[in-house]
Nanobody, 115 residues
Framework: QAQLVESGGGLVQAGESLRLSCRTS????????MRWYRQATGKQRELIAQ???????FYPDSLQGRFSTYRDVAGDTLYLQMRDLEPEDTAVYYC?????????WGQGTQVTVSS
């Protein structure tokens, strides 16, 4: 059964960095596009990063330069490196595999940034 498990969230201060992990199982993640989303309280879930099977990464303009995503080529884990965190980055972060027969989602990991 395909499964995604996020980890690495926590409470940090503004300006600090954090790295999230998304461990996959039951998925050939190297041939799939994978995405990171986040959802702040009271807001819609938003796409914040995407990486294709070829390794091409996409980020919204607002996050360019602060967030980066990459795959662990030796294993089965996707990472999201975040730096210069701001209180506005506080949200639950999810990894995702888009599929025609239904996306796969992890359970999410909470990131809280204090000012």
């Amino acid at each position: 059964q395909a499964q995604l498990v996020e980890s690495g969230g926590g409470l940090v201060q503004a300006g600090e960095s954090l790295r999230l992990s998304c461990r996959t199982s039951g998925i050939n993640y190297r041939i799939n596009t994978m995405r990171w989303y986040r959802q702040a309280t009271g807001k819609q879930r938003e796409l914040i990063a995407q990486i294709t099977s070829a390794g091409a990464a996409f980020y919204p303009d607002s996050l360019q330069g602060r967030f980066s995503t990459y795959r662990d080529v030796a294993g089965d884990t996707l990472y999201l490196q975040m730096r210069d965190l701001e209180p506005e980055d506080t949200a639950v972060y999810y990894c995702n595999v888009p599929r025609n027969d239904g996306d796969i989602w992890g359970q999410g990991t909470q990131v809280t940034v204090s000012s």
